[in-house]
């Protein structure tokens, strides 16, 4: 998992129909010192979060599992909204 | 395996089901000499890991999901699975010679 800020929602009017009902966000990934760091990507909601939300996400494979068809070409998911991160 | 330093704690309230009570770590993965590979990852914590360790991570899912016991429906990717004492590099190959 990485961390992210929610930078906006996307609309789309025509999708596949193994994303229907699923929520899009824009994400900007952090670096470990919670600046953005890297290009913004699109990422499946989870976890009804807002823009300006920090977050994790997750890549890969397992961001299709939470989504509520199985079988769907997600590549990222939010997996939990960030409360504070502790550094050592 | 990475290899990785743990730097921080991430607290999240609301988060995915299977994460409640699963402690996750802010990991800074190093290069096999020690040094910042500049990279980063949220790991979840299997050998109780605290700020500073040195930890050995796993960063794929059927190995995360078996360690984790969450099932096939496990959204998971990185756990620390180990504490890293030392680590012996080899030392660099000599060029074949022409």
């Known amino acids: ?88 | 395996m990475k290899i990785g330093r743990v730097i921080g704690t991430v607290v999240a309230t609301l988060k995915l089901p299977h994460y409640r009570g699963e402690k996750q770590l802010l990991v800074k993965l190093l290069e096999p000499d020690g040094s910042d590979s500049g990279d980063y990852v949220v790991a979840f914590d299997r050998c109780q890991a605290g700020d500073g360790d040195v930890v050995l991570l796993i960063d794929e899912g059927n190995g995360a999901r078996q360690t984790l016991q969450t099932g096939p429906k496990g959204v998971v990717r990185a756990v620390c699975v180990g504490f890293v004492d030392s680590v012996d590099l080899a030392p660099a190959p000599k060029p074949f010679a022409s």
Request: proline share 8%; glycine share 12%.
């Open chain 1, 1 to 88: 998992m990485k961390l992210g800020r929610v930078i906006g929602t996307v609309v789309a009017a025509k999708q596949l129909d193994c994303f229907q009902g699923e929520k899009f966000l824009i994400v900007q990934p952090l670096d470990e010192n919670l600046k953005p760091d890297g290009e913004p990507l699109v990422a499946n909601d989870t976890q009804q979060s807002g823009p300006g939300q920090m977050v994790t996400y997750i890549g890969g494979r397992e961001a299709t599992i939470p989504l509520g068809e199985p079988f769907n070409p997600s590549d990222a998911a939010i997996t939990g909204i960030v409360d504070e991160v502790a550094r050592g």
